[in-house]
């Protein structure tokens, strides 16, 4: 089953015309372009793995996540645990000095158990070698690579993907303001799996292939001969257990009605993801692609004496160009799981739900200004889920101690 599945994903990214010039055309760097192959793909999410969690414990469900993927068996890796009720933010004096807004997500989400954890310089260290230690070289490696990196706005942004990754929860940056409750986020997404995956999909994952819509409940069609039963079929959200991960888009250049002229702007995708606000489940290897690209991009900037280059950033979209590429990371995975390419997502004003991924539609985690809102609403975009205020504290913490 999983042969056939993988001979329709290849043979689709081949009817698109899918290849390497038409990941640089996304922005894609040339020393890392987007592409379908998925045996590169868990080779080199292995190879970092047995690297840097060696000695850890984190290192046996991350494997066993990638063993799954190499059958196409998506994520979550355990689907009967519900995601951690945790928001991870950072802020140059912890949770003491967020702005108001941040508070936002206590009132809406603290009476229902949830817990908020805020960063300063001191607790990003302890978070670091909570995650990484172990009895291995995986730990010395981690370390090593740590050391390295001298600006706190690098070390919270890495360390948004490691939370998510090896505990899961919610990441949402100290200037945002929660506007709907995450288990809310893409609760009218679209389905977008590919027709003649799907099937091969449910089939794989031990599931019923056939599914006939009936009121809000869907019934059930076996292939063995047995009478149809009927059951509860959750909306698409983080509470779903077959949901690992939401994100949202930042950018679409063609929904923004700039076209092929977005590399004149701000923005260094053609269709980009966001990165202050990121929900997930553990072990999800979207976020394990960013944690290795983060890495290896450091060394080789290291090894070529030129870390200084690589870590002159200014916003968001150098770090998404140089070093977080959170956007690149959700495009491998769809292109190597779904046989979906990003250019089937521009121009979409609906959430989409792509298996075990709920990808929002653009401005879902930002509330632009009031133009860009009108225009909003007239194209019938989706509610948004939470509110950004651009105050980039980091960066001004970096400039004031003159870091």
């Known amino acids: 089953m999983e042969q056939a599945y993988e001979v329709e994903r290849t043979k689709l990214l081949e009817q698109k015309g899918f290849n390497e010039s038409r990941s640089y055309d996304a922005g894609a760097p040339e020393d890392q372009p987007l592409t379908g192959d998925l045996d590169a793909y868990i080779h080199r999410l292995r190879t970092f793995v047995n690297e840097f969690f060696d000695g850890n414990s984190f290192k046996v469900p991350l494997l066993a996540m990638l063993q799954r993927l190499e059958h196409h068996i998506p994520p979550p890796l355990y689907p009967d645990q519900p995601m951690s009720h945790t928001i991870y933010s950072t802020n140059p004096g912890g949770f003491d000095q967020v702005p108001p807004i941040f508070l936002s997500w206590k009132d809406m989400l603290g009476e229902d158990g949830w817990k908020i954890e805020v960063a300063g310089d001191d607790l990003l260290e302890y978070w670091f070698g909570n995650l990484t230690r172990g009895t291995g070289s995986g730990t010395e490696r981690f370390r090593s690579w740590w050391t390295g990196i001298h600006k706190p706005v690098l070390k919270s942004d890495f360390l948004r993907?490691?939370?998510?990754?090896?505990?899961?929860?919610?990441?949402?940056d100290s200037d945002?303001?929660?506007?709907a409750h995450p288990h809310t986020w893409g609760n009218k997404a679209i389905p977008s799996i590919p027709p003649s995956l799907e099937p091969l999909l449910a089939l794989m994952k031990g599931q019923i292939p056939t599914s006939v819509p009936s009121g809000n409940r869907t019934t059930l069609v076996l292939d063995d001969g047995l009478l149809p039963t009927s059951q509860p079929i959750p909306p698409p959200s983080i509470a779903n257990p077959d949901i690992g991960i939401v994100v949202s888009l930042e950018y679409d250049a063609f929904f923004r009605g700039q076209g092929d002229n977005w590399r004149t702007g701000w923005y260094a995708r053609l269709i980009q993801v966001c990165q202050w606000t990121l929900m997930a489940k553990p072990f999800h290897p979207i976020m394990l692609d960013v944690v290795e690209t983060v890495v290896r991009n450091l060394e080789k900037a290291a090894a070529a004496g030129n870390m200084a280059g690589a870590l002159n950033l200014s916003g968001p979209g150098p770090f998404s160009l140089r070093i977080f590429k959170s956007t690149d990371a959700v495009w491998r995975y769809l292109l190597v799981q779904y046989g979906l390419t990003p250019h089937e997502f521009l121009s979409r004003s609906t959430d989409s739900h792509i298996g075990d991924v709920i990808?929002?539609?653009a401005n879902a985690f930002n509330v632009p200004g009031p133009k860009n809102l009108r225009d909003l609403i007239e194209r019938e975009g989706?509610?948004?889920?939470?509110?950004?205020d651009y105050m980039n504290r980091w960066h001004k913490s970096d400039k004031?101690?003159?870091r």
Request: aromatic content about 6%.
């Open 400 to 402: 004031e101690a003159g």
């Open 161 to 172: 993907y490691m939370l998510l990754l090896l505990r899961g929860g919610i990441y949402s």
């Open 382 to 388: 989706p509610a948004c889920c939470v509110r950004h």
């Open 359 to 361: 990808l929002l539609a």
């Open 176 to 179: 945002t303001k929660l506007q």
